[in-house]
């Protein structure tokens, strides 16, 4: 082993910190720790007035319009909860279209007259702040000259407490948007979404007669992949730094080939992080709850509980935001980018979304007799209709630079959009399609002309991985949404495009109802039509084969490969018209969408194309060349002592030709770097498609082959063989 190696490695395995006090073990009681960090309804209860307390809970649970008049009320009552739990300062939380969160802290703390100072919390300060939006991306939403944003308080996700060594603060949940009431965040066409759902799936509820429903939400649990590397090779690494993947490195003799990782016990000191990272979690309310290694080194999932959409978004947020902060504590660091390794998996995010009713309907969930079969059949006709009709707007939702490395690789699900059913589910619908001509004469689900839907087990285990959209039971699970991102918008497409679903089919299903049909026949014909149309999309074979690509394009389905394909069609008509219609992004909203994601995949692009450079020309080449030098030197020598050393002069010459191949991927790369493709956002972003790409891949597969050759004792970077197999 060289000394280099010896030094990773002894640092790696023994200087990382174990969260201060040793190994003592202190065990936690979920059930008390479970929230005591989080302004839920539990606390509010105890601390707020009867009737603030159900006008607030009315918001909360029933969506009715926030009384103004209790926000001093609840203030008081959450600084006061804060100010206990040691906060000195508030902040309006939010989601800016950066994919991260944004905070500005404000002290509670305001002088009085005597010299000293009290903390003082209004109800203006809760509903309403003002922060600089100005270096916020707006994508031409705002003029320079009205640079002003505001942050309105979302009552429904639970104000938090974020703690640290020397202090804590209180986090308070907001939407962001211009003074002209345009949305500049993801937490506001994502309510607005939810709100559109709710419309049409109690719109269908009611023609099948289910009462007591106040709102119908959407259901969002969503695993979270992520790698774990010492923070010794993070910090030797320049482009784990800038990009978060690593731009070089040489396949390892061990990869994940061995499927050992998966599942497998879980290292001690990640296991230590992923015990402190849930702890954290617990006290804010995040429902966490499996944990386990994925399928390459080094690489780990955790999942939460689902809850509604807006609370789960703004959870997996804070997911992403602990895991980050708390490895730090354990020497480590968190990798959530989409593609962190060449050649060995990828992470991504496993979204799994349903709707639900607020008295706890699933309306996913295929339910014991004939009556609730056939209303889930009509919902989970319309999420089959929706991903048929909205391919694209779902591929959009989840491009970005990232991810394009693992939609197109064979590893995640392909860039086209399919549904997976399940065998006995397609087999049902593949007798619906065909319509209810075979009638009830069979014995069959009332009108629906099929036998009673078998009683699907309720934790199918999905024996598909390779769909992109599974049915998965009781959910639908999207696969394709990258690690890294937010998962608003993914959901604020699912919501939008299966709200438009249920309002076509609502439509159709009233008028044969006043046509006189019964409900039953009605419905079979409605869900007949549909999936007549629809069916290209359903798909139970494997994703990742050849000759699904080629059916697929004789399908017709769409395949977008590359991010820059996928966002161009976000500001379709179709697609303007269906956002507007349900009255979640106005024209200007998505084209700014548009117009930041493009620009967003443009830049991640150019830093990583120039630090390829920056790492091939001032740490990768002088490797080479100096080892070049000490291979020369020692023919030099050679010859003057009568030695052929033919075995270093082939060497010599091997290092010579690898290095001649970096410098001509050099020059390339550089030439692409400094061209710029054209004026507009979107020629940029295609000129780094089209040209810059390739010309970082040359680069890099020239850099590989050198690291395979050079002597490993001056070779810059940690290797793979390191980073990932050094826990
Ligand atoms: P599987 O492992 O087969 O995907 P799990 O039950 O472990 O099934 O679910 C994985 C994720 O799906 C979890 O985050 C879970 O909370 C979430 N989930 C389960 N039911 C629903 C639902 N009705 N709506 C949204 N997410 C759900
Ligand atoms: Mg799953």
Not at 59 to 72: F, S
Not at 131 to 153: C, N, V
Not at 186 to 203: E, G
Not at 449 to 458: E, F
């Amino acid at each position: 082993m060289s000394k280099k190696t010896q030094d990773y490695n002894v640092v790696a395995a023994t200087k990382y910190r174990y969260n201060g006090n040793g190994r003592t073990y202190l065990p936690m009681d979920i059930e008390k720790i479970f929230g005591e960090n989080a302004f839920g309804l539990e606390e509010m209860k105890s601390r707020l007035p009867k009737s603030v307390f159900n006008s607030i809970l009315a918001t909360i649970e029933k969506g009715e319009p926030l009384d103004p008049g209790i926000a001093d009320t609840v203030a008081l009552a959450m600084k006061e909860w804060a100010v206990e739990r040691g906060a000195t300062h508030f902040t309006h939380w939010f989601q800016p279209l950066t994919g991260l969160t944004a905070e500005k802290h404000d002290s509670f703390i305001t002088p009085n007259k005597g010299g000293g100072a009290i903390a003082q919390f209004s109800g203006k300060d809760l509903i309403q702040g003002e922060p600089d939006a100005s270096s916020f991306p707006s994508g031409g939403l705002r003029a320079t000259f009205e640079a002003r944003g505001y942050t309105a308080w979302d009552p429904t996700s639970p104000a938090f407490i974020v703690e640290n060594d020397n202090g804590a603060y209180l986090a308070i949940p907001t939407a962001f948007a211009s003074w002209t009431g345009e949305a500049l965040d993801h937490k506001t066409p994502l309510l607005r979404s939810m709100q559109a759902l709710d419309v049409q799936a109690r719109r269908v509820l009611a023609l099948f007669d289910v009462k007591d429903v106040h709102k119908v939400y959407s259901t969002v649990g969503s695993e979270q992949e992520y790698f774990l590397i010492d923070e010794e090779f993070f910090f030797r690494r320049p482009d784990l730094i800038s990009t978060g993947r690593t731009l070089f490195g040489a396949k390892p003799p061990k990869g994940q080939e061995l499927e050992d990782h998966y599942f497998g016990s879980i290292p001690d000191r990640v296991l230590s992080c992923m015990l402190d990272v849930e702890k954290e979690l617990y006290r804010i309310g995040v429902p966490v709850k499996t944990r386990h290694n994925e399928v390459a080194p080094s690489q780990y999932e955790i999942a939460p509980l689902f809850e509604n959409a807006n609370i789960a978004a703004d959870h997996q947020q804070l997911i992403m935001l602990t895991l980050q902060r708390v490895a730090r504590k354990y020497g480590l660091v968190c990798l959530l980018h989409e593609k962190p390794f060449a050649g060995i998996n990828g992470s991504g995010k496993h979204n799994n979304w349903s709707m639900s009713t607020d008295t706890g309907m699933n309306l996913l969930d295929p339910g014991d007799n004939p009556h609730d079969n056939m209303q889930f059949l009509f919902f989970c006709t319309a999420v089959v209709r929706a991903v048929y009709k909205h391919q694209d707007l779902l591929r959009a939702s989840v491009a970005s630079a990232g991810n394009d490395h693992r939609l197109g690789a064979n590893e995640a699900p392909p860039a086209i959009m399919s549904v997976f059913l399940g065998e006995q589910l397609e087999d049902i619908f593949a007798q619906l399609e065909k319509g209810p001509a075979r009638s009830s004469k069979q014995g069959g689900l009332l009108g629906l002309g099929v036998p009673v839907l078998p009683h699907l087990p309720r934790h199918a285990g999905d024996r598909n991985r390779t769909s992109p959209f599974a049915f998965t039971g009781n959910k639908f699970e999207f696969r394709a949404v990258g690690s890294s991102q937010s998962i608003s918008f993914p959901n604020v497409v699912l919501n939008a495009i299966v709200a438009e679903s249920l309002d076509v089919m609502a439509t159709m299903l009233e008028e044969r109802l006043s046509g006189g049909k019964d409900l039953e026949s009605a419905v079979a014909e409605v869900i007949s039509e549909v999936l007549h149309e629809a069916k290209p999309i359903i798909f139970g074979g494997d994703n990742y084969s050849e000759e699904w690509h080629r059916e697929a394009e004789r399908r017709g389905l769409l395949n977008l490969r590359t991010a820059v394909d996928a966002l161009d069609r976000l500001t379709d008509e179709k697609n303007v018209r269906l956002f507007e219609k349900y009255g979640i992004l106005n024209e200007k909203e998505l084209r700014s969408r548009h117009e930041i994601w493009v620009e967003q995949y443009f830049k991640r692009v150019n830093i990583e194309a120039e630090t390829t450079e920056a790492i091939a020309r001032t740490m990768i080449l002088p490797a080479a060349v100096g080892y070049l030098r000490e291979l020369t030197e020692i023919l030099a020598g050679g010859a003057q002592v009568g030695l052929t050393c033919d075995g270093v002069r082939e060497t010599a010459e091997e290092v010579s030709r690898g290095i001649d191949a970096l410098r001509r991927a050099l020059d390339e790369l550089n030439r692409q770097n400094r061209a710029l493709g054209g004026d507009t956002v979107h020629e940029k972003a295609e000129h780094m498609r089209d040209h810059v790409i390739p010309a970082m891949a040359a680069v890099r597969q020239a850099g590989d082959d050198l690291e395979r050759i050079v002597d490993h004792e001056r070779w810059p970077l940690p290797t793979y063989r390191e980073i990932l197999f050094v826990k």
